[in-house]
């Protein structure tokens, strides 16, 4: 392959959505499939991944020894089916892209993380949740079927039904077992873009935990932020949010004018990065306590943007962690240990003196069969800590240990300093994983330096 035909771009630095680690890759962004099949089988990098738009935390879309394929270029629509919702689409296609598209015409998409600003390929490479896991499942549930490119340029067909193997080995796979070119989605029917929620604060852990389980059965959507940083009798703090989707009949006549109303750009953004020395114990406790008093006990009508996706409505917000960057840290303790585990964590943290400015603790319901897919029934915590040193990964590392001694693991597309025997531990089925990734892979084309750090890959 020449430099002509696909020219090459050098990335300096290239980060994940926590701005840790930072890695040298060689970058390439092919225009079409055809570009893309050159590149697999001709590039002169021994490695490949694919990244999407970046939103996963540590080094699952890095590749210091290889190369990163941007894939932002595949991003077009390519059918609808307006009687069912099915829709086909490229993988680079956000799900912000989709929400801006087709909440106006009446569909929702049906799984959604934190953030609107993930791509279709990485959402299934990450076989992502949200806050109706316990409801509604991973994103495994939504996809009917995806084509995949292969590490010798086939493209491949894969669905539950044809290629299954290799379909539940890339839900959750991390982009290691190919490159996704397009997938086939089912959206969901909404009669509007509104949904009614309650808020409602919590004094600790037991009773969260309480309160949660009853809310899974009468709400689709559960989610609660946790004061971090409160301790005693207080530990788990908390506001439960819960949310259902409101028809057109309960929705309030002033909103009916406008049932679907578009999602609104943002225009705050956070233009540079903040000194380190702003984020410390103090601001942060001052944060949490902002937080929870806000957030009184109350009933309102929210748009969905709103309350799915509040931290996208500032731009570049992961600037204000500054250039050290911050781990976002997301496990998952099964429902028998859930109250004790978390518990523990919490301690764990709070003794290492690491606070957070953003911790939500949710349900998850029952797994895919996605051999590496993260939800898997319990309580799933996620901890956004401001790298301040060494300290920090050390006690992730004990984090692990408890999460490993109740049974629990931690989901990849967060992980950026997770040990191999740990991650071993944790994914029972890995070497069924291995199985199929040496099957269609068998010169690791695909690899990744999260994937080399864990053991994903051999020898590369």
Same mark, same amino acid.
């Not at 999602?263 to 953004?269: E, Q, T, V």
């Given at each position: 392959?020449?430099?002509?035909?696909?020219? #090459?771009?050098?990335?300096?630095?290239?980060?994940?959505?926590? !701005?840790?680690?930072?890695?040298?890759?060689?970058?390439?962004?092919?225009?079409?499939?055809?570009?893309?099949?050159?590149?697999?089988?001709?590039?002169?990098?021994?490695?490949?991944?694919?990244?999407?738009?970046?939103?996963?935390?540590?080094?699952?879309?890095?590749?210091?020894?290889?190369?990163?394929?941007?894939?932002?270029?595949?991003? &077009?629509? !390519?059918?609808?089916?307006?009687?069912?919702? *099915?829709?086909?689409?490229?993988?680079?296609?956000?799900?912000?892209?989709? %929400? =801006?598209?087709?909440?106006?015409?009446?569909?929702?998409?049906?799984?959604?993380?934190?953030?609107?600003? *993930?791509?279709?390929?990485?959402?299934?490479?990450?076989?992502? &949740?949200?806050?109706?896991?316990?409801?509604?499942?991973?994103?495994?549930?939504?996809?009917?079927?995806?084509?995949?490119?292969?590490? #010798?340029?086939? $493209?491949?067909?894969?669905?539950?039904?044809?290629?299954?193997?290799?379909?539940?080995?890339?839900?959750?796979?991390?982009?290691?077992?190919? %490159?996704? !070119?397009?997938?086939?989605?089912?959206?969901?029917?909404?009669?509007?873009?509104?949904?009614?929620?309650?808020? =409602?604060?919590?004094?600790?852990?037991?009773?969260?935990?309480?309160?949660?389980?009853?809310?899974?059965?009468?709400?689709?959507?559960?989610?609660?932020?946790?004061?971090?940083?409160?301790?005693?009798?207080?530990?788990?703090?908390?506001?439960?949010?819960?949310?259902?989707?409101?028809? !057109?009949?309960?929705?309030?006549?002033?909103?009916?004018?406008?049932?679907? @109303?578009? /999602?609104?750009?943002?225009?705050?953004?956070? @233009?540079?990065?903040?000194?380190?020395?702003?984020?410390?114990?103090?601001?942060?406790?001052?944060?949490?306590?902002?937080?929870?008093?806000? &957030?009184?006990?109350? =009933? +309102?009508?929210? &748009?969905?943007?709103?309350?799915?996706?509040?931290?996208?409505? %500032?731009?570049?917000?992961?600037?204000?962690?500054?250039?050290?960057?911050?781990?976002?840290?997301?496990?998952?303790? @099964?429902? =028998?240990?859930?109250?004790?585990?978390?518990?523990?964590?919490?301690?764990?943290?709070?003794?290492?003196? $690491?606070?957070?400015?953003?911790?939500?603790?949710?349900?998850?319901?029952?797994?895919? +069969?996605?051999? /590496?897919?993260? @939800?898997?029934?319990?309580?799933? /915590?996620?901890?956004?800590?401001?790298?301040?040193?060494?300290?920090?990964?050390?006690?992730?590392?004990?984090?692990?240990?408890?999460?490993? +001694?109740?049974?629990?693991?931690?989901?990849?597309?967060?992980?950026?300093?997770?040990?191999?025997?740990?991650?071993?531990?944790?994914?029972?089925?890995?070497?069924?994983?291995?199985?199929?990734?040496?099957? $269609?892979?068998?010169?690791?084309?695909?690899?990744?330096?999260?994937?080399? #750090?864990?053991?994903?890959?051999?020898?590369?």
């Amino acid at each position: 392959m020449s430099s002509e035909e696909l020219p #090459r771009s050098v990335i300096a630095p290239l980060s994940g959505w926590g !701005l840790r680690p930072t890695e040298t890759c060689p970058a390439y962004r092919p225009e079409d499939e055809r570009d893309l099949r050159t590149l697999v089988e001709g590039s002169e990098e021994g490695t490949l991944i694919a990244r999407g738009l970046g939103r996963s935390y540590g080094d699952a879309a890095l590749n210091a020894e290889g190369a990163v394929v941007l894939s932002d270029r595949l991003d &077009h629509l !390519l059918d609808f089916d307006e009687a069912t919702g *099915v829709l086909r689409c490229q993988a680079a296609v956000s799900l912000a892209d989709l %929400i =801006e598209i087709f909440l106006p015409r009446g569909w929702f998409f049906p799984v959604t993380p934190g953030t609107k600003n *993930v791509s279709v390929g990485g959402a299934i490479a990450s076989d992502v &949740h949200g806050k109706n896991h316990h409801s509604s499942g991973s994103m495994a549930a939504a996809v009917n079927r995806f084509r995949l490119m292969t590490a #010798r340029g086939a $493209i491949v067909e894969c669905s539950r039904d044809t290629n299954a193997e290799i379909f539940w080995a890339t839900l959750g796979g991390m982009g290691l077992t190919g %490159i996704i !070119l397009d997938a086939e989605i089912r959206l969901m029917p909404l009669e509007t873009g509104f949904m009614h929620a309650e808020y =409602e604060q919590i004094p600790n852990l037991e009773s969260l935990i309480e309160k949660m389980n009853e809310a899974d059965q009468r709400f689709a959507y559960t989610v609660a932020w946790v004061d971090s940083m409160a301790t005693g009798a207080s530990l788990g703090k908390s506001v439960l949010m819960r949310a259902n989707h409101l028809s !057109l009949a309960d929705l309030p006549a002033k909103y009916r004018d406008n049932p679907h @109303p578009p /999602l609104n750009a943002s225009k705050l953004g956070v @233009p540079f990065m903040f000194p380190s020395f702003t984020i410390n114990r103090l601001t942060m406790k001052a944060f949490n306590w902002a937080f929870y008093t806000r &957030h009184y006990t109350r =009933e +309102e009508t929210a &748009h969905c943007n709103s309350f799915f996706y509040p931290l996208d409505s %500032i731009q570049n917000w992961n600037r204000g962690y500054g250039t050290r960057g911050v781990l976002q840290y997301q496990c998952v303790i @099964p429902e =028998e240990h859930a109250v004790v585990g978390n518990r523990r964590i919490l301690e764990e943290l709070n003794r290492s003196g $690491i606070g957070s400015f953003l911790t939500v603790l949710k349900t998850l319901g029952a797994a895919s +069969e996605g051999h /590496l897919s993260f @939800p898997t029934p319990g309580k799933t /915590l996620a901890i956004d800590l401001p790298f301040t040193g060494p300290e920090v990964t050390e006690a992730l590392h004990r984090c692990d240990e408890i999460v490993l +001694e109740h049974g629990g693991r931690v989901y990849l597309a967060k992980d950026a300093c997770m040990r191999r025997e740990s991650f071993e531990a944790m994914y029972p089925r890995l070497e069924e994983w291995k199985a199929i990734k040496a099957e $269609i892979d068998p010169d690791t084309r695909f690899s990744s330096s999260q994937a080399r #750090r864990l053991g994903l890959v051999e020898g590369v």
